[in-house]
Every structure is written in C-alpha cells, then in structure tokens.
C-alpha cells in the first residue's frame, strides 16, 4: 500500500485560492492513479478530481471544472490541487486517495476502498 499526507489547507476568503499536496511513500507513486475529495460537515463524501499515473487524463466533478486543477510530479511522489475562486460551501476537509492504476482512472473517481490520506482542512469565508 501507499501511504499519503495531505497538507496546504487553512483559511481562505470567498473568491481566493489555494494549493493542495499530498505526499506519498510506501509503493511506487507512479503505480498509482490518484484523486481528491472532501467532506462537509454532515454530508458524505464527494469526489473533486482524479488524475491518472501518468497525468495524461484527469477528470472532475461538474462542480469545479474550470476552476480546480489536478496534477502530479512522479519524481516527487506528489499530487496537487490548486483551487482557484473557492466558494464557502466548499469548505470540508479534503482527502487525497489512490488507486492501483491497473484498476483504471474511473474507479477513482467514486468513492470506495481506496488509500487514504487523513485530510486537510479548507476553510472558505464569506
């Protein structure tokens, strides 16, 4: 398995951006399609984006196309989320997750018995 730690979350005011990392170890990085999600207090969680092992495809939900980017550096083990024009219902703690990129990029893009990272917190203010 691999391992991933998130980090970059904070605070942020309605319309301004931030950056996400999530670190991995343990397996080959690049072995591995990844995703990001989150989850609201109260709510389940949702999918945001997902990038394959190579970052030639990546896939988003409809709610932040356009304004979230997905990508990776194999060489750094990393996978970032920036997000741009953040809205306050978009604060939730964010998790990266990873799946064996033999499984394929779309089951990644679904909630399920991926890796999982602990989590960072974004927090969007009006």
């Known amino acids: 398995q691999v391992q991933l730690v998130e980090s970059g979350g904070g605070l942020v005011q309605a319309g301004g951006s931030l950056r996400l990392s999530c670190a991995a170890s343990?397996?080959?990085?690049?072995?591995?399609?990844m995703g990001w999600f989150r989850q609201a207090p109260g709510k389940e969680r949702e999918f945001v984006a997902a990038?394959?092992?190579?970052?030639?495809?990546?896939s988003y939900a409809d709610s932040v196309k356009g304004r979230f980017a997905i990508s990776r550096d194999n060489a750094k083990n990393t996978v970032y989320l920036q997000m741009n024009s953040l809205k306050p219902g978009e604060t939730a703690v964010y998790h990266c997750?990873?799946?064996?990129?033999?499984?394929?990029?779309?089951?990644?893009?679904?909630?399920?018995?991926?890796?999982w990272g602990q989590g960072t917190q974004v927090t969007v203010s009006s």
């Open positions: 990038i394959t092992w190579s970052g030639g495809s990546t």
């Open positions: 997750a990873a799946r064996p990129t033999i499984d394929g990029l779309v089951v990644v893009t679904a909630d399920g018995d991926h890796n």
């Open positions: 343990g397996r080959a990085f690049s072995n591995y399609d």
